[in-house]
């Protein structure tokens, strides 16, 4: 079963807006990452937060993170249209056991 | 320019065909990964290799194979034995020890004909 899973499925938004999406996951975990993919092509590391951390800021992201609930958000400040990607968490314990959630599809309208 | 190469972009394999993915890199990892993507999907582990000559199965290795000779590469075969290989073949590396971080290849979509 997937551990990590985004919440919503699909996200659009107006150039400017911001964009929140969450990711919710469900066994202990070293830390947990956030990848951008853009259409057909391989992920792009953005952010790692680890399991002892509850909040990362890089650039226009903002990452948190909460393991009492076992979930954490990714915010995207004034959106652009280069943003516009899916975007995962993943989530695990070691590099070779990180598991995927199935993405946010994020739209950046003009 | 450091980075991981895939190759073919695209490639088709015809039934009972097996097809070979390259994956390259000059990052100097040890570990390096191959995942499968299907349509709207996350990313599932095919493979992963944490050092030369040794790789281990991911979650969905039947009908896949392997090798790592050299640190740098780890290709990937599609036997026939894999019934559904219509898929978005993702090529990553990590270094070992590090912060985890992955490093992806830009991919190769495989589509049966």
């Known amino acids: 079963s997937q551990q990590g899973e985004e919440d919503p499925q699909a996200l659009s938004i107006q150039e400017g807006e911001n964009a929140t999406m969450n990711c919710s996951y469900k066994?202990?975990?070293?830390?947990l990452q956030w990848y951008r993919q853009n259409s057909g092509r391989g992920l792009v590391h953005l952010i790692l937060?680890?399991?002892?951390?509850r909040e990362k800021h890089s650039g226009r992201l903002r990452v948190t993170l909460d393991t009492s609930k076992k979930s954490s958000s990714l915010l995207i400040t004034a959106s652009r249209a280069a943003d516009t990607a899916s975007y995962f968490c993943?989530?695990?314990?070691?590099?070779?056991?990180?598991?995927f959630g199935q993405g946010t599809r994020l739209t950046i309208n003009p | 320019d450091g980075g991981i190469t895939q190759s073919p972009k695209y490639l088709f394999r015809k039934e009972g065909q097996n097809v070979t993915l390259s994956c390259e890199q000059n990052l100097n990892h040890d570990a390096m990964y191959w995942y499968r993507q299907d349509p709207g999907q996350g990313l599932r582990l095919i493979y992963y290799s944490q050092i030369v000559n040794d790789f281990q199965k991911g979650d969905i290795a039947e009908g896949y194979s392997v090798s790592r000779e050299k640190k740098e590469s780890f290709p990937l075969t599609v036997t026939s034995a894999q019934k559904n290989p219509t898929a978005f073949y993702l090529c990553?590396?990590?270094?070992?020890?590090?912060?985890?971080?992955?490093?992806f290849g830009s991919g190769t979509q495989l589509s049966v004909l």
């Open positions: 993943a989530t695990g314990k070691g590099a070779q056991k990180l598991v």
């Open positions: 937060i680890r399991s002892n951390e």
């Open positions: 990553a590396s990590s270094q070992t020890g590090g912060d985890e971080k992955l490093f």
């Open positions: 066994t202990s975990i070293n830390n």
